[in-house]
């Protein structure tokens, strides 16, 4: 597996226990990127400490488990400092590539959680620092679907798409995805955006597949009177589908079923040709220091372990990607968690996804939207 890691200047045992101490430390350049938008001083924090700043995703819990297991890693580590930068993949992103044209010595962030789609696009802008699996001792309980060759990341928990309806509103309820462009739901269909994966499905369906979407925008263009409307936002989502408005879609597993916790009349189907998987990924990021990079594997390797995978999982609602993470009591009943479920999982090559979404939105804007 080639997963090789930059050139280490001190070890990481040295770095982790503190022997390294304060001047070996003060070696390290600026590279750290800040909670805010602009970067930070260094990557050298109070007290000569090593500095790490963490992508954790903004909404909902998902902030919870990232500021925990950071708490924790500062008290079994004292010489190093952990800072977190809570944003959406679409807007942070953005902002650590407009960073690493500035000063690509000086990254945005040095490491932290990202989707597949993310994941790919970074690897095309060469924003990623590949991880040594080798040296990872919980890299080999990862699922095999969730690991990656070139070592441009590893998985920590898989969300994934399937259907979700308002069970008052709908009287039959869906079990394919067909389901969205079978005429007895025509009129009643509502879509986040641009869905990729309705297309997709409407190919795969129809003699076609992500190397050939041809019969899925055919089919939309045909069937583009299904779609209510699309939606902008997700409180936006949640009512159109709560009052019936449009009380079928397909979203996040993970989304539908906290909308359910809290109260909504929805329901959440694994469809019968199986769940579309969307892994998150941790990732570390190019332009940090040698002792950063230390610091980062080190902490990755930690929180995919089945511990923190466990914890990620309760959070995000979604599936670990540790096969030996416990599934949290809460998790353990519902459709989307069931091993059949995830053994079922379609087998998505989100490197054809990610560069290609771009130009397949335009289409869907102009074939798909321009008709509803």
């Not at 982790?16 to 070696?27: K, Y």
């Not at 924090?45 to 819990?61: E, H, Q, S």
């Not at 090559?349 to 798909?368: F, L, S």
């Amino acid at each position: 597996m080639e997963a090789v890691m930059p050139e280490r200047s001190i070890s990481r045992r040295r770095l982790l226990t503190g022997a390294a101490g304060a001047a070996g430390l003060a070696l390290a350049t600026a590279a750290c990127g800040g909670v805010r938008p602009e970067p930070s001083t260094g990557s050298t924090g109070a007290g000569g400490k090593v500095k790490v700043t963490m992508f954790a995703f903004l909404g909902g819990d998902l902030g919870k488990m990232p500021k925990e297991f950071a708490k924790e890693y500062e008290q079994k580590h004292p010489n190093v400092q952990v800072e977190i930068y809570e944003q959406s993949n679409s807007v942070g992103y953005t902002r650590m590539l407009a960073q690493q044209k500035a000063s690509p010595d000086q990254p945005l962030v040095n490491f932290g959680f990202f989707n597949a789609q993310t994941s790919v696009q970074g690897i095309d802008d060469k924003m990623w620092a590949k991880l040594d699996y080798s040296a990872m001792s919980n890299s080999a309980d990862i699922d095999p679907r969730f690991q990656r060759e070139d070592g441009f990341g590893i998985g920590i928990g898989v969300d994934q798409f399937g259907l979700v309806y308002n069970k008052d509103k709908v009287g039959k309820a869906p079990t394919s995805w067909a389901a969205l462009w079978d005429h007895a739901y025509q009129g009643k269909v509502s879509f986040f955006g641009f869905p990729w994966y309705a297309v997709y499905m409407a190919a795969k369906l129809n003699g076609g597949g992500l190397d050939n979407m041809e019969p899925g925008w055919d089919l939309w263009e045909r069937e583009a009177k299904q779609i209510r409307l699309l939606v902008e936002s997700n409180p936006q989502y949640l009512n159109v589908l709560s009052n019936g408005t449009a009380p079928m879609t397909a979203y996040f597993a993970g989304t539908g079923q906290q909308w359910i916790n809290s109260g909504a009349p929805l329901t959440y189907v694994v469809p019968s040709e199986g769940a579309i998987p969307l892994p998150i990924y941790m990732q570390a990021v190019q332009g940090s220091t040698p002792q950063q990079l230390e610091v980062v594997h080190d902490m990755i390797n930690e929180m995919i372990s089945p511990k923190w995978c466990s914890r990620w999982a309760e959070v995000s609602v979604e599936a670990p990607a540790n096969v030996k993470a416990p599934l949290p009591a809460k998790l353990k009943d519902l459709p989307a968690f069931q091993k059949s479920t995830t053994d079922g999982f379609q087998d998505i090559d989100y490197a054809i996804v990610g560069r290609n979404n771009a130009q397949w939105q335009k289409r869907w804007e102009t074939d798909i939207a321009s008709r509803i």
